[in-house]
DNA sequence: TTGAGTGCAAATCCTTTGCAGGCGG
DNA sequence: CCGCCTGCAAAGGATTTGCACTCAA
């Protein structure tokens, strides 16, 4: 499937739920498209617009944001940050992991099979209807590529 | 070790930093002490003490809480709340993992050393120095019982 | 005695909301 | 044309910080 047939059938979730198509919303949907390695937050979104000639407003920009993650359509992230990250959920792929960075912030994905059946047996054992599930190792990395400059937590 | 002998070892460990034993810090350790199956939150925490002859300032409360995290005494939790929460350390415990509802916010606390492992084995992988590890597990719970009152998230 | 710790209030950061005008269906 | 969406600015919740005073060591 095309990227393009990909923007097309999220765009028809929307409508098929009422609501209306923007070019704001659109232009949301495409960022992260974009970006499907990033785990992007709110303000990232914002300033990536901002440069561009399609800005948008920051409360849209939230409002957005919280309407995809409503919808299925991204990802909410918690990195023991004040501010969440957000990324595009590909059915057709696995849930994936973290491992974060305490000294520089830097996230590594992960994959892992077994972790995911595993917290689809323990929801079972306990009752609970799955939506999702996240694993978080914190630690130090000596070896992983400082390419970003976010602000250090510590 | 009783409760006392534990007290004593974690006052120890912020004197041996250099930090000085006021009735605050000590009165916040002592809360967690009472309160080892929960997960409080500053707010939490502060209205605790405050409804008790010990009332300490909401500025204190952060400031000690993040002293302790920063120690190792206390484990910051993220449960996809606008807060955070926080719960005791001990070391001679394997790490536990929780289940979060979506609608009423209740967790389960399990632990299950298949992921632990599973963790351990990971992060050697990526030849990450582990500090702490999280497995959530984010869904609708059928059965729990609903024994707290916070506000729900959606 | 003295500087780390405290309380208070103000500031800051991230996010949400009220309202008036704009535009998708 | 109707009412959902937007932008703006103001409000809000959680947490941090500046400052003068207090008290542990």
């Given at each position: 499937m095309?990227?393009?047939d990909k923007t097309e059938e999220l765009l028809q979730?929307?409508?098929?739920?009422?609501?209306r198509i923007t070019s704001q919303r659109?232009?949301?949907i495409r960022i992260f498209q974009e970006n499907k390695e990033k785990h992007l937050?709110?303000?990232d979104v914002y300033e990536i617009?901002?440069?561009s000639n399609e800005a948008i407003s920051l409360a849209t920009t939230y409002r957005t944001l919280r309407m995809l993650v409503?919808?299925?359509?991204?990802?909410?992230?918690d990195f023991a940050e004040t501010h969440k990250h957000y990324e595009l959920i590909d059915e057709n792929e696995a849930p994936h992991h973290h491992i974060i960075c305490l000294d520089c912030n830097h996230t590594i994905e992960f994959e892992n099979d077994e972790i995911n059946e595993l917290g689809k047996k323990i929801a079972k054992q306990y009752n609970v209807d799955i939506v999702d599930m996240q694993f978080q190792i914190f630690g130090k990395c000596p070896s992983i590529p400082k390419d970003d400059n976010r602000k250090h937590r510590h």
């Open positions: 095309t990227t393009d979730r929307l409508r098929d739920k009422g609501f659109e232009t949301v937050s709110a303000e617009l901002s440069k409503d919808m299925n359509v991204l990802r909410e992230l």
